[in-house]
């Protein structure tokens, strides 16, 4: 049963313009969540997170937007740009204690960004 | 790579022969995680580690073993590798449970099983 769902393997979108990524979550325990960002031959990289108790986290071009009561959360890149262009990992983690706070990643979104 | 290391970073194997798997990390972090990376499938924890000899088993851990006799190496081991084992692994550290930076990745070891 998976508790981390990106649904869309693909986006495309121009430079200059908004990408949007989405996440959905099943797991109302989950405490954390974060995006990663992959480029082809490169391990992930931590790219912005946000806790359950905020619905938004800004850093530059990225925001994260969390709506809990959906269990839902988005990725924004404003403007996007064309080394923007990755795999986009979404992540779930759960509060402090046993195993819970192990990261549980979605499949992954390919973002190109066309110039 | 933050002090992170994968080895080998490519490796070819015949079916049923023991392939090992080497994690080194220099930043004395107590976390250790292995995870796969499979089209479809995303990123998908194997085992992980929160201690010296401290290990548990992950999501799909199935196949695989693991070891970590000192805090900077984290071993996983095939011991008879199958054409499904054919991935991506990934290691991962982090300083601590529930880290709110997550985790830091090494670059990745592409292991091909024919």
């Known amino acids: 049963d998976q508790q981390v769902k990106q649904n869309s393997p693909s986006l495309s979108v121009q430079e200059g313009r908004i990408s949007i990524l989405n996440c959905d979550y099943t797991?109302?325990?989950?405490?954390?969540f974060l995006w990663y960002k992959k480029y082809p031959a490169e391990g992930p990289t931590f790219l912005i997170s946000?806790?359950?108790?905020?619905d938004k986290n800004e850093d530059g071009r990225f925001t994260v937007f969390l709506n809990k009561s959906a269990k839902h959360l988005s990725l924004h890149i404003v403007p996007s740009q064309p080394g923007d262009s990755a795999v986009y990992f979404c992540?779930?983690?759960?509060?402090?204690?046993?195993?819970?706070?192990?990261?549980?990643f979605g499949k992954g979104t390919l973002l190109t960004v066309n110039p | 790579d933050a002090g992170i290391t994968q080895s080998p970073r490519h490796k070819v194997t015949e079916t049923g022969t023991p392939v090992t798997l080497r994690c080194h990390q220099t930043e004395n972090h107590r976390y250790m995680y292995w995870y796969r990376q499979d089209p479809g499938h995303g990123l998908r924890l194997i085992h992980y580690?929160?201690?010296?000899?401290?290990?548990d088993k992950g999501e799909v851990s199935d196949g695989y073993s693991v070891s970590r006799s000192k805090t900077e190496d984290f071993l996983l081991t095939l011991e008879s590798a199958t054409s499904s084992q054919t991935s991506v692994y990934f290691c991962?550290?982090?300083?601590?449970?529930?880290?709110?930076?997550?985790?830091?990745f090494g670059s990745g070891t592409r292991l091909t099983v024919v």
């Open positions: 946000i806790s359950s108790i905020k």
């Open positions: 580690s929160y201690g010296v000899k401290d290990t």
């Open positions: 991962a550290i982090s300083e601590k449970a529930g880290d709110n930076y997550g985790y830091t």
């Open positions: 797991n109302s325990m989950f405490d954390y």
């Open positions: 992540a779930a983690q759960g509060r402090g204690g046993g195993s819970n706070y192990k990261l549980t």
